[in-house]
């Protein structure tokens, strides 16, 4: 069966880094769209970044351009986000999916990982 696991998350002090891992199994990495999303306590799902199957296209929430950096290996299937100079706004479970499309849209994506928790401090 399809497993996405996520990893990386932690405590950070606001303008730290943090670098989220996702792994996928089961399924044929390289033809899948890959998007990292958040949820912060008390709010909806909401879209972070996303990746193109081939790694060729990026997209980015407006809130986290030029901080966050979406990445992709193949041979390893695994996909990365790259987050610097966090803010305590950032704060959040942080999922992966992977879909047919690079999507701002959440329901857009057939699998999910069981999240990882990153926490900025003031």
């Known amino acids: 069966q399809v497993q996405l696991v996520e990893s990386g998350g932690g405590l950070v002090q606001a303008g730290g880094s943090l670098r989220l891992s996702c792994a996928a199994s089961?399924?044929?990495?390289?033809?899948?769209?890959m998007g990292w999303f958040r949820r912060a306590p008390g709010k909806e799902r909401e879209f972070v970044a996303a990746v193109s199957a081939n790694g060729a296209f990026t997209h980015y929430a407006d809130s986290v351009k030029g901080r966050f950096t979406v990445s992709r290996d193949n041979p390893k299937n695994t996909v990365y986000l790259q987050m610097t100079s966090l803010k305590p706004e950032d704060t959040a479970v942080y999922y992966c999916?992977?879909?047919?499309?690079?999507?701002?849209?959440?329901?857009?994506?057939?699998?999910w990982g069981q999240g990882t928790q990153v926490t900025v401090s003031s």
């Open positions: 089961g399924l044929t990495f390289s033809t899948y769209a």
């Open positions: 999916g992977a879909g047919k499309v690079p999507d701002t849209r959440a329901y857009i994506y057939n699998y």
